[in-house]
């Protein structure tokens, strides 16, 4: 999907399986790209891979875990971002869940009201990410750090930090049985 896009320049960090993985993307011409590898020699979480760069980058940075199928367009949030002069950029989308039963609202010992499954949303985390070049230099060297972390941080000291709404199709197969939603899923949603 990046490639599509027209990034070419990409970089993959690795520890668990790192072999299975730089087999398969190799050095990323198979795929028009330059693919090259951030070792990680312990787990670093979902940002500290980024201090193993072996220099800054000089332009903001587009950062996607690894375990999202999605169907966004990486250019429109990088450009949203630039355009917005913030530190950083999570891409979030909504999400809802329904509560399977009845839910009671008390005082005290008294019912107040019910509500029949309701259905809940929220904003999340989309795993998807801008970070311009002072934000990439914030993240610790070879130390587990994830990314809430760092706009926590980047919040915490003022720094502006936005999201970047998507929709369209996205998973984070992530979990066993949404690994297997995003085997039935592939042919429909990129297979067109």
Known sequence: RL???????????????????????????KFGAE?????????LGTAGALSLLPQMPAVPALITNADLLVT??????LQAHVGSGASATMAVREYEYQIPY?????????????EEKPVHRALVNAG????????????PRDTFF??????????????PVRCHRIDGY???????????????????VFER
């Open 3 to 29: 490639v599509e896009q027209g990034f070419r320049h990409i970089w993959l960090a690795v520890n668990y399986l790192a072999d299975r993985i730089e087999k398969h993307f190799g050095d990323g011409s």
């Open 35 to 43: 693919v090259r590898y951030l070792r990680e020699e312990k787990r």
């Open 72 to 77: 966004v367009d990486y250019g429109e949030i």
């Open 102 to 114: 009845g839910v009671v609202r008390t005082v005290e010992d008294q019912i107040a009201g019910l």
């Open 128 to 139: 998807i990410y801008v970070l311009s070049p002072e934000a990439v230099a914030r993240v």
């Open 146 to 159: 994830d990314m809430p972390e760092l706009f926590a941080a980047l919040i915490g000291n003022g720094k």
């Open 170 to 188: 996205w998973l984070d197969i992530g979990r066993y049985e949404d690994y297997n939603k995003a085997n039935g899923d592939f042919p429909g």
